[in-house]
């Protein structure tokens, strides 16, 4: 019975439990749905009065791509904005955007806009939609003050409670409310956008606009008059535009950026009612279709082509805008004057009476000299004035080239004209000329006047050009001005050096920008297209100047999968680390000259890099090269040749002796018996060292934790040899190898040589071999990278145009053999010999092979004998 | 006479006016206007002489300039309505008029192409040549053209920057056509051989300079790269003859092994004679044995040199294998000293900065 009683006491406290639970999760469910639904709209916080709005649906999808995007990476290598470079490469590089949960959490509605606050400073406003997610955020209030975050302080005012974040230079305001968590880099507009209900300021028609979801990732949304008033400084042809645009008109731009294309659409409304502007003609024709498209040939490479109206009213609309700065009628009128002297008739009769409203600029494959063209719209009246103007003295119509066939007129001065001008070196351009259907061409290089005329001719149009069918494809074909570029040949007026817009459109070489009049509304649409999709091998920011030409040309990685930082010497006592993330230089001098190597396993206090003096100073410093640990100490040593790393230390060769230095400061002596010096440095692997005592007589010592495993039987090298011994493990083996300076490669099984060892490679070496996973290479003094196996099968092959390699270079990387001969030029081979993509490169010495761009593949990071280090892009 | 004057002028007038109905027709096909690789052929012409007086200023090229000379103008007229081409001949041609001194030539040439191409690479260099162009490091960068970095490691060969030079040069051939390589294949690698050179004061390198070093050069050379003599000298510079005085009162001409002979004061030396005195240097600087090489050898069993050409019983064989061992001096082929071999000012100067 007692036992009938416990069991029903334990079923009814389990089932306790379990509706505890349950109701938990119950309470749980419902505060996340009761979250999901209780909203706030993001309008309601928006004040009216911003310049741009931004909306993405997506704050993941939106940005994860521009993180791979080298116009990102670009602008983020030069100033100012290279103080986010550490930021973004960290991001970049992060295993955690493939995190499910990290992208479902960042995969938010944001809203952001500009304000321009009283001293005319652009401030910020942003808005993040929690979602779900804001049943956790609505405790913000609660969670926040009990974490520890540093530079992060609860605030409260009169009105408002709010956190501040401080930053370099900036503090950020943010607030939780409801869903929404609401953020600026200014409190006035924070408690602005926080203590008022701003929805109701939106018309109907701005709520469409500010809330309708678009196909394009990121929507902007901006006061079209405050934008293109911003743009248009300077330029008096687009302020006085600017006039005619509607007060507080909001106008979406979209805008697209891939790593293959970049495209931009805005509608600018406009309202010519009531205004004296002499644009207003102008700005009331609609857009049609510019005919000289159809006859435009594929040797087109560039065009700007205006639609706008005929020449005259081209001229009334442009003189009163030009004449503020320019007495542009006061040169008509003496043009005029002229005209009828010299030709009898006006310059109105000349210019206007046969020209249509198109005209444009042209240009062409393989010259640098442009074409002209004018539409004809009587042909007679063109031909009455040509012939009026060449029945003057002071012109005459050449007509003596033929050219291809193509008999190419010429307006051309009279020889005896010409010779005179030419005699006071005065030389006038010679224009050449020919009519083709509705249109007149003009060019100083009459091989472009045929080069079109064949074009046309034989049917190669520029409508069939795949470039230009690319960057059209979305393109209405009416336009009123339009422009076509290639910024190889020509850069358009927006394109202003310098900015940032610019400096992401270099990425975009191609392009097509329109401008277009309807329903009273200017619309602007650009497509442009990344032409050369093939790797561009020079990385962003590089290459770096150096302060001095000497160096070792040895480019020290941070061990590790993720390299931070490259280091290197200059001078033989200047030590610099290249800190990857934020490009930032940093350098440590040491009092005297000194070897520096990169410590193979993190060390205490961050250390990754060892330093020792040629008097016996031993570092050990961070990536930022400060000291750490108790370092410096000061052996009585001087050190025999390069230093060496294992595990977490330093090796230091010294005439006989090795001494291996920790990272807490401890200090192991070992005592080498043979008959030479140590003159290289010595190899490491795991925990094995190998070192070469320099002889005739020559000897391998090789060491395993700190005790010599061969003391009393050294490896013997007959004959002297450069360089250190190379180390290989194949399961429980190890292989040593040495190649001495007449050519015989010694290969050791553990301790004992290998049968039919050494092998002649018949060849001399100035250097020794190097270990990849499975081979042996070594670089012989004419240039041959020799590959050795394990069996002493030997395959090689020439490194292109290197004549000799005496001081050679040979680093082997993740299976790969980079190899330095006697000049400015570094190869990659594969573990076949085979010479790696990407390669050659400029550079000298031992490169770095780290990912410099964090785009997860690695570069090659060389210093070069002109001063400079180089980043390549290789993979 | 006013009258006379006018009459004159419209007669002038009239005949001129006559003269243009005798103008003929002039056809050109489209082919004849396109280069088909002759401005490549007489750029490459150019490089190979210009290569040439660079390294032998006194090699008279004259009679190959004007060649080129001509064959540029013969082509010319065919180019005159491209004016890239003829922007680029005309820098060709005003390229060939400097490299025989014809400076009114070669400017009048860069006046002409500039105003057809004024960014013609070739022009640019020409410029740069003529002091028209100041800033050419800032272009070359700018436009990343390996022509420029051509002209630039000449500057820097001709300023003695040496190892900028060759890091010019390399990075210029990657890029470019072979011909450039084969025709400045000599002053690059000469630019190599002296790229270590760059830091020395203009004593030394006047010294390091000398073609064929003498035993007073080579203390002399020491005297002035390192500290190793102060002990002798009191650090106060002494003449050749007194400096060969005072070392050679030193023991450090003579043979470790056998002290027979001291090396005199104005042979020129070989390997056989630095290695001598290179050896007795390190081993009074770092204190050691100056015969350990010839007692270890002698003590083995089969007492035999590792050098085929240096016999264990040659009076030098202590400081050849010292030298060699110690990485002061090294073997051409691993096997052989070849001590009969000159050694150049430069070979030296490198040996004796190894002595710490």
Not at chain 1, 434 to 447: A, C, D, H, N, T
Not at chain 2, 70 to 83: A, G, H, R, T
Request: glycine share 4%; aromatic share 10%.
């Amino acid at each position: 019975m007692g036992q009938k009683i416990k069991k029903a006491k334990s079923f009814s406290f389990g089932k306790f439990l379990l509706g505890l639970i349950l109701a938990l999760i119950l309470i749980i469910c419902g505060w996340v749905l009761f979250s999901s639904f209780h909203k706030k709209s993001s309008l309601e916080v928006f004040p009216n009065s911003f310049s741009i709005f931004l909306h993405t649906d997506s704050f993941w999808e939106s940005v994860s791509p521009l993180l791979e995007l080298k116009a990102t990476e670009h602008l983020l290598s030069e100033k100012p904005l290279s103080n986010y470079r550490a930021l973004f490469m960290t991001i970049k590089s992060s295993s955690l955007r493939e995190n499910f949960f990290i992208k479902k959490s960042l995969s938010r509605k944001i809203d952001a806009a500009l304000f321009v606050n009283e001293k005319g400073e652009d401030d910020f406003l942003f808005c993040v939609d929690m979602g779900f997610l804001s049943s956790v955020t609505r405790f913000a209030h609660l969670i926040v003050p009990r974490l520890e975050i540093e530079n992060l302080f609860t605030r409260e005012d009169a009105n408002l409670s709010y956190f501040e974040y401080k930053m370099d230079g900036t503090t950020l305001y943010a607030k939780n409310v409801s869903n929404l968590i609401v953020a600026s880099n200014s409190l006035n507009l924070l408690q602005k956008a926080l203590l008022e209900n701003h929805s109701a300021n939106y018309s109907k028609k701005e709520k469409e606009i500010l809330t309708q979801t678009g196909k394009d990732p990121i929507k902007i949304v901006a006061d079209t008059k405050r934008l293109a008033t911003q743009f248009s400084k300077g330029n008096e042809t687009a302020e006085e535009l600017c006039t005619l645009l509607k007060d507080n008109e909001l106008s979406v731009i979209s805008f697209g950026i891939t790593e293959n294309d970049i495209t931009m659409k805005a509608d600018f409304p406009f309202s010519t009612e009531s205004s004296s502007s002499s644009l207003v003609p102008l700005l009331e024709k609609k857009s049609n279709l510019p005919a000289i498209l159809t006859h435009l040939g594929d040797v087109v490479q560039y065009y700007t082509l205006l639609n706008a109206g005929t020449l005259e009213e081209l001229k009334d609309a442009m003189f009163p805008i030009v004449q503020k700065k320019t007495d542009v009628r006061s040169l008509w009128s003496k043009a005029q004057t002229l005209c009828k002297t010299l030709f009898s008739e006006s310059i109105e009769n000349i210019l206007f009476s046969w020209t249509g409203t198109e005209c444009a600029v042209l240009g062409i494959e393989d010259s640098k000299d442009p074409v002209f063209v004018l539409q004809i719209t009587d042909e007679e009246k063109r031909k009455e004035m040509f012939d009026a103007i060449f029945s003057s003295f002071a012109l005459e119509n050449n007509t003596n080239l033929i050219l291809g066939g193509v008999r190419i007129p010429c307006l051309d001065l009279p020889p005896i004209l010409r010779s005179l001008l030419s005699a006071f070196g005065v030389n006038l351009p010679r224009p050449y000329y020919f009519v083709q259907g509705k249109y007149i061409y003009f060019s100083e290089s009459p091989q472009n006047l045929v080069s079109i005329y064949n074009a046309y001719h034989s049917k190669n149009m520029l409508s069939k050009v795949e470039s230009w069918k690319t960057v059209s494809a979305d393109q209405k074909a009416s336009s009123t001005a339009s422009m076509y570029y290639n910024l190889e040949r020509s850069i358009p007026f927006f394109i202003k050096k310098g900015s940032a817009f610019s400096n992401v459109l270099e990425f975009y070489k191609i392009g097509r920008c329109d401008f277009r009049i309807n329903d009273s509304a200017l619309s602007l649409q650009l497509h442009a297209i990344a032409t050369d999709t093939a790797f561009q091998k020079l990385i962003s920011g590089f290459p770096i100047a150096l302060s001095s030409s000497r160096s070792d040309y040895i480019i020290h990685e941070e061990e590790g999968k993720n390299a931070q930082a490259v280091f290197w010497i200059e001078n033989k006592r200047n030590i610099k680390s290249l800190l990857l993330d934020s490009m930032e230089l940093k350098e440590f001098n040491l009092p005297e000259n000194g070897y520096i190597i990169s410590a193979k396993e993190k060390c205490n206090g961050e250390g990754v890099l060892w330093a020792v003096t040629e008097n016996g100073g031993v570092y050990l410093l961070n990536n930022k090269l400060e000291e750490v640990g108790n370092f410096p100490i000061v052996l009585a040593i001087k050190p025999s040749a390069q230093i060496s790393s294992i595990k977490k230390s330093c090796v230091i060769p010294s005439s006989s002796l090795l001494t291996i230095v920790s990272d807490t400061g401890s200090v192991e002596e070992i005592k080498l018996k043979g008959n030479g010096e140590v003159k290289s440095s010595a190899t490491t692997l795991d925990d094995v060292i190998a070192v070469y005592e320099k002889s005739f007589l020559g000897e391998i010592y090789l060491l395993k934790n700190g005790a010599v495993i061969n003391e009393d039987s050294p490896l013997e090298i007959d004959g002297i040899g450069f360089g250190s011994p190379a180390l290989l493990k194949v399961k429980n083996d190890l292989y040593t190898s040495f190649v001495t300076q007449s050519g015989s490669f010694y290969l050791f099984k553990n301790t004992e040589l290998v049968s039919n060892f050494p092998i002649e490679l018949d060849n001399i070496f100035y250097g020794n071999a190097r270990a990849s996973q499975n081979y042996f290479f070594a670089l012989s003094e004419d240039a041959v990278l020799y590959r050795i196996d394990l069996n002493g099968d030997v395959l090689k092959v020439k490194i292109p145009d290197a004549t000799s390699a005496r001081s050679p270079f040979i680093s082997v990387k993740n299976n790969a053999v980079y190899v330095c001969a006697d000049s400015n030029t570094v190869y990659a081979f594969s573990e076949n010999l085979e010479l790696l993509r990407g390669f050659p490169v400029a550079g000298h010495g031992e490169p770095g092979i780290v990912d410099v761009n964090g785009d997860k593949k690695n570069d090659c990071l060389v210093l070069s004998l002109d001063k400079k280090l180089y980043a390549w892009n290789v993979q | 006479m006013k009258n006379f004057i006018k009459i004159s002028f419209y007669l002038c007038l009239i005949f001129f006016a006559s003269c243009m109905t005798l103008q003929k027709d002039i056809s050109f096909s489209e082919d004849v206007l396109k280069d088909n690789g002759f401005s490549l052929e007489i750029t490459e012409k150019i490089v190979l002489l210009d290569a040439q007086v660079f390294e032998d200023a006194s090699k008279n090229i004259l009679a190959s300039v004007q060649k080129i000379i001509l064959q540029i103008d013969s082509k010319l007229p065919n180019y005159e309505l491209d004016k890239d081409i003829s922007a680029r001949l005309l820098a060709l041609k005003g390229k060939s008029f400097f490299l025989i001194g014809d400076m009114e030539n070669a400017r009048r040439m860069y006046n002409q192409a500039a105003k057809k191409n004024a960014d013609d690479v070739e022009l640019i260099a020409l410029a740069s040549r003529l002091g028209i162009e100041k800033n050419l490091s800032k272009k070359e960068a700018l436009l990343n053209e390996p022509i420029l970095s051509i002209e630039l490691a000449r500057n820097a060969y001709k300023n003695e920057e040496y190892q900028e030079a060759v890091g010019l040069f390399d990075r210029a051939f990657l890029s470019l056509p072979k011909f450039y390589k084969e025709s400045y294949l000599k002053v690059r690698n000469n630019a190599w051989a002296l790229k270590d050179t760059n830091v020395l004061n203009a004593q030394l390198k006047s010294l390091v300079s000398k073609k064929n070093m003498t035993t007073s050069t080579m203390l002399q050379i020491t005297q002035f790269s390192t500290q190793h003599l102060n002990i002798y000298t009191g650090g106060k510079a002494q003449d050749e003859h007194k400096l060969y005085t005072t070392v050679k009162k030193q023991g450090l001409l003579e043979s470790a092994t056998y002290q027979t002979t001291s090396l005199e004061e104005n042979v020129i030396v070989t390997r056989l004679g630095a290695a001598r005195f290179l050896w007795n240097l390190f081993c009074k600087v770092t204190r050691v044995d100056s015969v350990k090489y010839s007692k270890r050898y002698k003590n083995r069993e089969r007492a035999k040199s590792p050098l085929k050409d240096v016999p264990i019983t040659h009076e030098d064989f202590d400081a050849v294998i010292g030298v060699v061992e110690n990485e002061i001096m090294s073997l051409k082929d691993g096997v052989h000293f070849e001590g009969e071999k000159y050694v150049t000012s430069e070979e030296f100067y490198n040996s004796v900065q190894k002595i710490k």
